[in-house]
């Protein structure tokens, strides 16, 4: 067993507090992780208020995870001692169904294990996330890490970049596609990079006009202020994808009108509430509206080489282990400019 300190959520209305637990001595194809970097995502969050339904406590948080493997298995072949290795949402998943022989282990029919707040497969383990020193994965659900980008911008890539890559790439954006994201946020903001990357015409949609410089210097080419009905109007007919990261309850409506002929909205935030969405918004223009959740394991993989090659990180604001509660507080005032980064040394220390 492996002595682990960590930061944990003991119930839902506590701050996280410092934390110690052991992990299991390290299985024939696992990887031991020393944690450097964790993002912070709403997620962790949510899941530790226990917004989502009854979380396993105590709850250490984080699946935005990179750091330097430190030991293998004997039947390891894919990493080597030295390696950057990277951890995102899930850490197993059932293997065998259709989705997880398809490349889509996130949509596993039996369910992924989430990185934290889940248990280890067939047993009453609980899994523990990345706000902590170091953590033991299969080498089949264990990423490689470029040396060639800051490690603490590529650590939101293994959920915001995931999140907002996986449905671009499914719908084939790219250059000759006008494409709106709504919501400048960590996964908006990914969004924008990832959609001009790919060669897309992107419009940044927002209700606060406070935004438009940072999302110009994203790499959004049109900035449009939602509030302004004459905007809206003006914008009728005009996307071919919307990116829609907005997990606040939100008219759907007003969104999808601004969709062309065969246009489709990409749900990736999940608000509150469930919405109402008239048939004939949808049947008048043959619009669609899809989910994503993630990626795989090989298509995060791919993402993460897409980034190290075209040099494209999150824009994050690297704290200490102890300002995690402040961390929190300032997300739901959406005080970040894109995404806090707690640099696990500090946790060590």
């Not at 170091?134 to 040396?147: A, F, P, Q, R």
């Not at 996964?187 to 110009?216: C, I, Q, R």
């Not at 604001?317 to 500090?346: G, H, L, P």
């Amino acid at each position: 067993m492996t002595a682990i300190k960590a930061y944990a959520a003991y119930d839902a209305e506590t701050p996280l507090k410092p934390f110690s637990f052991e992990r299991k001595d390290i299985g024939e194809k696992q990887v031991q992780i020393e944690i450097l970097y964790s993002g912070v995502c709403h997620s962790d969050i949510h899941t530790a208020k226990g917004d989502w339904g009854p979380a396993i406590y105590p709850l250490v948080p984080g699946h935005e995870i990179v750091g330097k493997i430190t030991a293998v298995g004997s039947g390891v072949t894919k990493f080597k001692v030295g390696e950057l290795a990277g951890v995102g949402c899930f850490v197993d998943s059932c293997r065998t169904c259709h989705s997880c022989k398809a490349g889509d282990e996130q949509l596993c029919d039996e369910g992924m294990t989430g990185t934290y707040n889940s248990y280890e497969r067939g047993t009453k383990t609980p899994t523990y996330g990345g706000y902590s020193t170091s953590i033991t994965v299969d080498e089949d659900y264990t990423l490689h890490i470029s040396d060639k980008l800051e490690l603490s911008g590529v650590a939101p890539l293994l959920c915001a970049g995931i999140t907002t890559y996986s449905p671009l790439r499914y719908l084939k954006v790219g250059k000759g596609h006008k494409v709106g994201v709504l919501g400048l946020g960590g996964l908006g903001h990914m969004a924008v990079k990832f959609a001009a990357s790919f060669g897309a015409e992107v419009t940044m949609l927002s209700h606060s006009p406070s935004k438009e410089a940072d999302a110009k210097k994203l790499g959004a080419h049109r900035f449009a202020l939602t509030s302004d009905p004459k905007v809206m109007e003006s914008l009728a007919n005009e996307f071919d994808v919307i990116l829609n990261t907005v997990s606040a309850d939100h008219d759907y409506n007003a969104y999808l009108n601004l969709l062309n002929t065969n246009g489709t909205m990409i749900i990736v935030g999940i608000p509150s509430t469930p919405a109402v969405i008239p048939a004939a918004t949808l049947v008048m223009k043959r619009r669609s509206i899809m989910g994503s959740l993630i990626g795989g394991i090989a298509e995060t993989q791919e993402m993460l080489d897409y980034c190290a090659e075209h040099n494209i990180t999150s824009d994050v604001e690297v704290i200490n282990m102890d300002y995690i509660n402040e961390a929190y507080e300032r997300m739901n005032k959406s005080d970040v400019k894109y995404r806090f980064v707690i640099d696990m040394a500090s946790l060590k220390q």
